[in-house]
């Protein structure tokens, strides 16, 4: 972190002498130019006077009073006192006077205040040599020079058309400012210097009066001009607007109505959401509903249903409110959307609709038009929804229907075909068969034990006997056989029932998916019933009997109020460019 350089100050103290030399040099350079400003003029020969220049003369803003000291030495014979003596009409005996004028210079007066006391001396008829000269004789007649009321009477004089003050040397009369002309009517009739002419108080009171009757005149003008102004730009419009609101604008009858759009969700149910049941959950349908009957299908449908352009094309209609028999679909839709006034508001969920037509009849049925066609509108919000919906449950119900179906036929076909209508008796049936055949077979194998057990066995009783048993292992065969083998005209009872299983588990699984898609449409069908949108009409459109329109009072005053708004814009526009040029 670094530190500022510190450095110290000093303060150069001037003395005595120094400053009583500084206001003596003041003093003199002041003296000189004002000898050489008012110095007579000079001839060159030939009839032309030269002026003197006033370079080098000071103003109050470049001198500056000096600090006297407490007390100054007699100063010392300069040139600036020695002109002073020099000059014509000097005194040169008088030596009070000469000291008097030392005092004075002593005093340190500005440029400006020497000119002001020489000019007060003049208007009072003294003949100063000096400036210094002009203070001693003012003060030696009792006046201060620099006295406020002496000044102002001063800046009067001299204002009025540039005249001279008295007694004022023609050269310094004819001197101006840079820039400044004299021109001829400041000039006396007889040619020569102007006027030395004196103001006196009738005089100054006359000019003051024929003032403040040009500033009354003008003020007069100009509160004329702008009432003027007031009466072409404000008043008139709004008398010819009030003109047309009263006695030429064709009465109009305005039908209000009201209605809100309803939703079958329940409250809070599980199938709505969090503002379901809300007038916030269906804001999205009544602003579709209100862009509807303000957009050129509703006009075109009310214009085909009830003749819209016709009705305002009649010739009782005033020529401001009146279509176009001719006129552009363009022009009809902004006259549909000037008489078809549709608000919504959304802390209800009401729409409110208001319809203009020229009569009372048309206007109540124009209305009752727009909310049968609202209706429409809303039913046809959620219909494509609610049949996307019900069309795939119902698809899904129809195929897992047809497929269970087909399983169904399956099982009949197998069973046709092999004759065999469940396998399991078949299968029952079979091994019952087998057994009792094995429990003849065991019989009679026993008897043809105890044939052959004789020591001299009939025969023919164990021939018969053997055949028999032969026979019974034979069917048991052919009966077992029948279980695995399949035949020349069906299979096995082992395939025939693992082909009816099959059948039976596949239409176990139809009947399973057609299960799940009737329930799938009959969720369906309760969420498109929940998606049903109603409109409900809280206020039916009747037709009024008095005219709602115009509004004559506060048209007028509404046209008064936009012109006076006009015109003030205008004239803050052209004055603060005017002020800008």
């Known amino acids: 972190m670094s530190t500022k350089p510190k450095a110290r100050k000093f303060r150069i103290r001037r003395s005595a002498q120094e400053t009583e030399q500084q206001a003596e040099q003041q003093a003199a350079k002041a003296v000189g130019a004002s000898d050489q400003m008012f110095a007579p003029p000079k001839d060159d020969g030939f009839g032309n006077q030269s002026f003197p ?65 020489r000019r007060v001396a003049q208007k009072q008829g003294m003949s100063p040599t000096s400036d210094f000269d002009a203070v001693r004789q003012l003060r030696d007649a009792g006046i201060d020079p620099f006295k406020r009321a002496n000044m102002l009477e001063l800046v009067v004089s001299d204002a009025r058309a540039g005249q001279p003050a008295p007694n004022t040397p023609v050269g310094q009369a004819l001197q101006t400012a840079p820039g400044m002309q004299i021109t001829p009517t400041q000039m006396p009739a007889g040619g020569g210097v102007p006027s030395t002419e004196v103001l006196d108080a009738q005089e100054r009171a006359r000019d003051v009066m024929d003032i403040q009757r040009d500033i009354a005149r003008r003020r007069r003008r100009r509160a004329m001009m702008l009432a003027m102004r007031m009466l072409f730009f404000v008043l008139l419009p709004t008398a010819l607007a009030g003109i047309y609101y009263y006695a030429i604008a064709t009465p109009m009858y305005g039908t209000k109505s009201e209605f809100v759009i309803q939703s079958a969700d329940p409250a809070g149910g599980a199938g709505g959401g969090l503002l379901s049941g809300s007038p916030l959950g269906s804001s999205q349908d009544s602003i579709t509903v209100q862009g509807y009957l303000q957009s050129r299908d509703a006009m075109l449908r009310l214009d085909a249903d009830e003749g819209f352009r016709e009705h305002f094309s009649q010739d009782f209609i005033d020529a ?46 124009f209305s009752k038009q727009l909310i049968t066609y609202a209706e429409q509108q809303v039913d046809q919000l959620t219909a494509r929804k609610r049949g996307d919906q019900m069309k795939g449950a119902d698809e899904s119900r129809k195929d897992a229907e047809r497929k269970m179906v087909e399983a169904q036929n399956k099982i009949v076909e197998i069973q046709e075909k092999l004759g065999v209508l469940s396998p399991e008796s078949e299968v029952q049936a079979v091994f019952g068969q087998i057994t009792q055949l094995e429990s003849e077979l065991l019989t009679e194998r026993i008897s043809l034990q105890q044939f052959l057990a004789n020591a001299r066995p009939n025969d023919a009783k164990v021939s018969a006997a053997q055949n028999k048993v032969e026979e019974l292992e034979r069917l048991i065969d052919e009966k077992r056989s029948q279980l695995t083998e399949s035949s020349a005209s069906s299979g096995s009872l082992a395939r025939i029932s693992g082909q009816l299983l099959v059948a039976q588990a596949d239409l176990e699984v139809r009947q399973g998916l057609l299960a799940q898609a009737e329930g799938a449409f009959e969720a369906a069908r309760l969420e498109a019933n929940r998606q049903v949108r109603y409109l409900s009409v809280a206020v039916n459109p009747i037709a009024p009997d008095e005219p709602t329109y115009p509004r004559a009072f506060e048209n007028t005053i509404l046209a008064f109020l936009i012109f006076s708004g006009i015109y003030l814009m205008v004239s803050l526009t052209s004055s603060i460019l005017r002020e800008q040029v």
């Open 320 to 365: 401001i409110q009146r279509l176009d028999t001719d006129a552009t679909q363009e022009a009809a839709y902004k006259k549909y959307q000037k008489s078809v006034k549709i608000g919504y508001d959304p802390t209800e969920g009401i729409i409110k609709m208001e319809v203009i037509a020229a009569s009372p009849e048309e206007s109540a049925e």
């Open 53 to 117: 220049s006033a370079e080098g003369y000071e103003d109050e803003e470049s001198v500056t009073t000096p600090v006297a000291p407490p007390a100054l030495k007699p100063p010392k014979a300069d040139t600036t006192q020695a002109a002073v003596e020099d000059t014509p009409s000097a005194q040169p005996g008088d030596q009070t006077g000469s000291n008097t004028i030392d005092a004075i210079r002593r005093e340190g007066l500005t440029g400006r205040q020497l000119r002001m006391a």
